[in-house]
Every structure is written in C-alpha cells, then in structure tokens.
C-alpha cells in the first residue's frame, strides 16, 4: 500500500482495478491545508490519460505486476507467440506489441509485464539490426540545411527514414523505443 507521500514519476499504482502509471508528479503546499500531490496518470491497459489531485492522507494499492523475461517463437494471425522458461506459449495481441512486432526476430528475449496473467506491455532490446529491402534514390540537395533523409523499408515491413548513403541490402541499427535510424552496420 502506497501514500500519497510516496507518489513520484514513474510508480506503478493501482486505482479501481486498473494499473496506472505517474507520467508527471507536482507537489505543492498551500499555506494552510494538507499538501497537494497533483499527478498525471497513464492506464497501463488502454493508454488513456487523466490528471488527478491527492492529499496526503490518500491511499493507492500497490497493482499486482510481475515481470519476466519471455523468447520470441512465431506470429499466428493477429497474436505473437512467445514461450517463457517453462516452454509454455503465452500470446501477445498484435495492439499491445504496437510498433514493436515490426522488430521482432527469431528467439528474440523481450521483457514482458504481466498483470492479472495477461501481458500488457512488451520491451524490446535497444537497438535491432535488420536488412533494407526497399530504398528509394536519395536526390542530391542541400545537405548543408540539416539532415537530408529517404524513406526505406526493412525485413519484416517497417518503414523509416534512412540517411542518403543507405542502400538496398544494407544491414541498418534501429532504435525500438523511437522506431528512428541510428546507424548503418555494413553494406
């Protein structure tokens, strides 16, 4: 059980059932009064946001989240098959992957979060290495105005905006929590 003292960005808490996690926290002390624990929410199931206003002498439920570390096996229609260390298959709708399915290889080791049995919320690796199968000529310009870029697209079907000097059969580095080019590998 959390107070409303131990409220801070980024804590996990629970309200009516529903996980919920601090995306900004603002403390203020009227003159007279309790304090007040302003902070904006995200649910952790659906995305949605609220701002709500706490007193000192609220109280939060600590939500019963377990994480783990899962491996990556096949794609079955709309789901992602992973197997945890058991070798039992837990299925992970294609929304909770969100961008990240596009990253996924074979064997991959994701870290995944569980609340109630289901998983909620997948982390991939950093930095993924795949194969630009599709990339467009680069047209010569003003490189000096900043970075001049092309659209490209990599094994698996994610497209991105590549530098000029990538090239089709190129092996690129992909930040997964931008989904942005980070660096060319070999060609």
Known sequence: ???ASDLRKGLKIEIEG???VITDFDFSKPG???AIYNCKLKNMLNGTTMSRSYRSND???KPELVQTTIRFSYEDGNSYVF??????EVRVPGDVLGRNKYFLLDDMAVD???FNNEVIEVELPNLVERKVVKCELGAKGNTAAGKVTKPATVDGGYELAVP???NEGDIIRIDTRT???ADRIRS
Not at 83 to 88: A, I, M, Q, R, T
């Open 83 to 88: 197997l945890n260390d058991d070798f039992e």
């Open 32 to 34: 007279k009064g309790q």
């Open 164 to 166: 000029l000097f990538v």
């Open 59 to 61: 109280k939060f439920d």
């Open 179 to 181: 989904g942005e080019y």
């Open 112 to 114: 995944a979060l569980f």
């Open 1 to 3: 059980m959390y107070t």
């Open 18 to 20: 529903q996980p919920y």
